[in-house]
């Protein structure tokens, strides 16, 4: 107890309310200007980025994540001016956000991968896109996940990280889509006969471009028809309907133009072992005949 008694009894009171006072007057000063300097930088990194036409959702994350970075920075500055110790501190904080790191590496993933689609833009609001095997119209890019509305009326939420590691198809990106429409003709009938009727449903349809013009391929001989395939561009908006008008303006003009669409066939063929009557043969040839008929 004496000693502590002498211990303060020789402190220098004035000098050290002197130096202490010094020290709370240079934390205030550097605790406002490091707050002004803080807003201050934000501020001109936000404009420059909008400047340079980032989405607004992305310039807002990097606004919060700048200034909260900011105000670390003033806090560790204003210690220092108390006399406090800060590489101790740093420390901790450099563990504190290790450990936080590891606990949050899935959202962090997301966190990242939200930046890279609202940074390079493979998709924009409003595109009909398959991703991570969903498809459907975007409605949200956020940081952490995109939300999709899907063809059946079905929200869709997809952590972000999902979508940068699979392939994305933007159906939407380049304004015009082809449609495809499979048919089979039979073997009889002329290819290039089905070929015009084909090609002239597809340009007489009003929504049909011109350029590219319309075409139709023959993919192959298979089992029971020529395979051919009707291709037209649209523009992607009127994709689905015209796509339905022109599978039935095909069967309806090849009907027109005496052109079968066969349906799928099977010849069998029957072995009849040694013995067997041939009025036996003959009734079951009579029945296969009518089978095939039917």
């Given amino acids: 107890m004496n000693q502590f008694t002498e211990y303060f ?3 220098d009171w004035g000098t050290l309310m002197a130096v202490w006072g010094m020290r709370v007057v240079s934390a205030v000063l550097v605790l406002l200007l490091g707050l002004w300097l803080a807003r201050l930088v934000t501020r001109l990194a936000s404009g420059a980025l909008t400047r340079a036409h980032f989405d607004t959702m992305l310039v807002s994350f990097l606004r919060r994540i700048l200034y909260a970075a900011a ?7 204003v210690l220092a001016q108390l006399g406090v110790q800060t590489t101790s501190l740093l420390a901790v904080i450099g563990a504190a956000g290790l450990a ?12 990242a991968a939200g930046i890279m689609l609202i940074a390079l833009r493979p998709f924009r609001i409003g595109d009909t896109v398959e991703v991570a095997g969903q498809t459907g119209v975007v409605e949200q890019v956020l940081v952490f996940h995109t939300v999709i509305k899907s063809f059946s009326n079905h929200e869709i939420i997809l952590p972000n990280a999902q979508i940068t590691s699979a392939p994305i198809v933007n159906f939407t990106a380049l304004g015009q889509r082809r449609i495809e429409v ?9 290819i290039r006969a089905a070929r015009e009727v084909l090609v002239g449903l597809a340009k007489a349809h009003e929504k049909v471009l011109e350029d590219p013009a319309p075409s139709v391929m023959v ?4 089992d029971n028809s020529v395979d051919l395939t009707l291709r037209a561009f649209v523009e992607t908006p009127d994709w689905a309907g015209t796509r339905s008008d022109l599978i039935e303006a095909t069967h309806r003009e090849l009907g027109k133009a005496g052109i079968g669409i066969p349906y799928p066939q099977r010849d069998v063929h029957l072995r009849f072992p040694d013995g067997v009557k041939l009025e036996d043969k003959r009734k079951t040839e009579a029945s296969e005949a009518r089978a095939n008929a039917s």
Avoid: C, K, M, R
């Fill in 71 to 77: 105000l670390v920075i003033v806090f560790v500055t």
């Fill in 219 to 222: 993919n192959g001989l298979g």
């Fill in 100 to 111: 936080i790191g590891l606990a949050l590496q899935g959202s962090l993933a997301n966190i």
């Fill in 182 to 190: 499979p048919v089979g003709i039979s073997y009889d009938a002329d």
């Fill in 9 to 11: 009894a020789e402190v």
